[in-house]
């Protein structure tokens, strides 16, 4: 692997004061790559709890039949979706949106991987990743998110934007699109994926392309709004 993962891991935490394991997510787009042997879940499962069981210690592969959100396995790019999570109406009826034309934006707007992107997914903590991650997940307050973005920009100094919607979070805005864009997002968890992750009302989700991780554990100690935690 190109990183001390494990090491990464505990600065990044112990830094800001993380109270869940970082989660790396490898996005594989060949079979061949897929390392044998991890564990897959029992029964389908939606990706937001698996980011959520992940956070408890836990490490999951998920193929393409160990998806039970659709609409999860369609941002991630394992497989089309169906007319009735695209069509807007669900949201609609739910109250999310005010139609089905507002409905059909967020899936329209969110973003994805293209559909046969994905062949499997591997989540599991960071400092146990048997490869290289393409995402790490981070589950953070306010502040501990606004550490961990500190830390992407300390050398540029450049404006991280950030994008929001009230579906998808984990898989759209904090898993495709670090992944896609190259840049950090942190974001709300909505109602129900915050529930399947086990999340609390005062944590968000924090999305950081792989990239970024050595240079931010390098500089996050000393960045201005950081205070020094003490070594447990």
Do not use: W
Not at 116 to 137: F, K, M, R
Not at 204 to 215: D, N, Q, T
Not at 224 to 232: A, F, S
Request: charged share 15%; glycine share 6%.
């Amino acid at each position: 692997m190109n990183a001390n993962y494990a090491e990464i891991a505990k600065t990044l935490s112990r830094a800001v004061g993380l109270t869940k394991p970082l989660v790396a997510v490898k996005l594989f787009d060949d079979p061949h790559t897929v390392p044998e042997g991890l564990p897959r879940p029992q029964s389908a499962l939606y990706y937001c709890a698996a980011v959520g069981r992940a956070m408890q210690g836990e490490t999951i592969l998920m193929l393409a039949d160990d998806h039970g959100c659709q609409r999860g396995a369609y941002m991630l790019g394992v497989k089309e979706a169906p007319a009735s999570i695209t069509n807007g109406v669900p949201y609609a009826k739910s109250h999310m949106v005010a139609s089905a034309r507002a409905g059909q934006r967020l899936i329209e707007q969110a973003p994805k991987l293209p559909v046969g992107h994905t062949v499997a997914i591997l989540l599991t903590p960071l400092a146990e990743t048997p490869v290289d991650p393409d995402v790490v997940l981070a589950a953070a307050n306010p502040h501990q998110a606004l550490q961990l973005l500190n830390a992407t920009n300390f050398d540029t100094g450049l404006e991280i934007p950030l994008r929001f919607q009230i579906l998808t979070s984990f898989c759209a805005y904090s898993t495709v699109l670090p992944f896609k864009s190259a840049q950090p997002q942190a974001t709300i968890p909505q109602e129900q994926a915050r529930k399947r992750a086990g999340f609390t009302n005062e944590e968000m989700i924090v999305g950081l392309p792989a990239e970024v991780l050595s240079r931010a554990a390098e500089v996050i100690e000393g960045i201005c709004c950081v205070v020094p935690q003490p070594e447990v």
